[in-house]
């Protein structure tokens, strides 16, 4: 199996929604997004899937080093075999594939945000850095277009850990702000007990409009001339806002159930977006 081979089917398997937007992109950048992609699925596997924190705390660190071989050119993983012909043409770092290995380190060290500020940080680390990147594969030419990746980037992370509330808790991680839980009166067991109920429905809704309004803000940033290379980047927005209305319209019964989108509605809106240029 050849690097390429390798990444595509690291990026097909996570059936993301992602995927179905790099599916519009001329090959060379959908090449660079879905190296990029399958490198940002490997570390978060290491802590989604590795039991042992010491383990997994080796294996980050191993790719810490594998990005310093890789930009000294001798790459050895597939992913970094990859994704490495690809930097210079579209900007990718070392400092921003380290950046995404420090977000997940956070999830190995700490379970639990005290306040948004804390929980802003770590979003931006896992998925306002990869809104960048992704920004800058895309094709950009405006400045403004980076606050809009980073803001996007917020935006969507906060709708997963809105899906993803009860599997979280779950694993013993809590991503909701404790000093939110404390203002709506949600219990940290409560989360794991799978306690419904209109505390949590009006903690949720909270977190929803805070969303929503990430999503409205970025959008804002865009800058008009990169509307159109941009689309792939919309067309993940388009469908991560059509989930979160989803779990809305279903009154956020996310604590034993992970609300999602069928592959063909994704597909459709990513269709849809290319069409409409928004």
């Excluded at 179905?20 to 060379?28: E, G, M, T, V, W």
């Excluded at 809105?162 to 779950?170: F, K, L, P």
């Excluded at 800058?223 to 927005?237: E, V, W």
């Amino acid at each position: 199996m050849t690097p390429e081979q390798y990444v595509q089917e690291k990026a097909a398997a996570s059936g993301s929604s992602f995927y179905y937007a790099f599916l519009f992109l001329p090959p060379p950048r959908r090449a660079a997004i879905t190296a990029f992609y399958a490198f940002c699925r490997e570390v978060d596997d290491v802590v989604d899937e590795v039991s042992d924190r010491g383990v997994a705390a080796a294996k980050l660190a191993w790719w810490r080093s594998e990005i310093a071989y890789s930009y000294a050119g001798n790459p050895s993983h597939p992913v970094m075999r990859a994704l490495m012909p690809t930097t210079a043409a579209y900007g990718i770092e070392a400092r921003h594939l380290l950046a995404v290995i420090e977000g997940c380190q956070m999830d190995l060290d700490q379970s639990r945000y005290l306040d948004f500020a804390g929980l802003a940080r770590y979003c931006d680390l896992v998925a306002g850095i990869v809104g960048e990147v992704a920004a800058n594969i895309f094709g950009r030419s405006g400045e403004s277009t980076l606050a809009y990746a980073h803001r996007l980037g917020l935006a969507m992370q906060l709708t997963n850990i809105i899906r993803d509330v009860g599997d979280d808790a779950r694993r013993g991680r809590i991503y909701l702000p404790m000093d939110e839980l404390k203002r709506f009166d949600v219990k940290a067991n409560e989360l794991l007990e799978r306690c419904y109920g209109e505390p949590f429905t009006a903690l949720m809704a909270f977190q929803a409009e805070r969303a929503h309004r990430l999503y409205d803000e970025a959008l804002a940033l865009l800058d008009p001339s990169d509307r159109k290379m941009q689309k792939p980047g919309l067309m993940m927005a388009n469908i991560y806002r059509a989930l979160l209305r989803e779990i809305e319209a279903d009154g956020f019964q996310v604590l034993h159930q992970r609300i999602s989108l069928t592959p063909i509605r994704k597909l459709w809106i990513a269709m849809r977006t290319n069409w409409r240029g928004r």
